[in-house]
């Protein structure tokens, strides 16, 4: 059977022109553009929503806490010779944390890592706290279990 573009196989799309709708995307599953603010509106069953996320926009599509590509120093905190702690300051002058990841042990497992995101003034984010517990069986780590609170 031929394809909207009447070539077997799989559909060739060179270009899609949008006009101007004037307003954001009312039906399920629809796309429109809107050459006033400049920008794509689609919608779909949780509503509206425009798809080049801005920051907060990706925060609440992606609640992962992760390492980005960023300019800082890390400092590694110790107890004997297990580390406690692993902290992401902005400089080495260690006046605004980027992220802090804990650790704590369980005989001589890793037993809880909490990691917790800081935001550009240095203040703990809401919402962006990652805690990670490992499960063994013997010296074996079987799985981890993360919660983000």
Do not use: C
């Not at 919608?43 to 599509?61: I, L, M, Q, S, V």
């Not at 006046?95 to 995101?117: M, S």
């Amino acid at each position: 059977m031929p394809t909207p573009d009447r070539q077997p196989g799989p559909e060739k799309v060179e270009k899609l022109q949008f006009e101007d709708e004037g307003q954001t995307a009312a039906a399920q599953g629809e796309l429109t553009y809107l050459f006033g603010p400049g920008r794509f509106s689609q919608r779909d069953a949780a509503g509206e929503y425009d798809p080049r996320p801005d920051g907060a926009t990706h925060r609440a599509a992606d609640q992962l806490v992760h390492a980005i590509a960023e300019s800082s120093f890390e400092e590694y905190t110790y107890t004997g010779n297990r580390v406690d702690a692993i902290i992401v300051w902005e400089t080495a002058a260690k006046l605004k944390k980027i992220r802090e990841t804990l650790f704590t042990y369980a005989g001589n497992k890793v037993a809880t890592i909490t990691t917790k995101q800081y935001d550009a003034a240095g203040a703990l984010i809401t919402g962006e706290t990652m805690t990670e517990t490992l499960s063994y069986t013997g010296s074996q780590l079987d799985d981890i279990t993360r919660v983000l609170a």
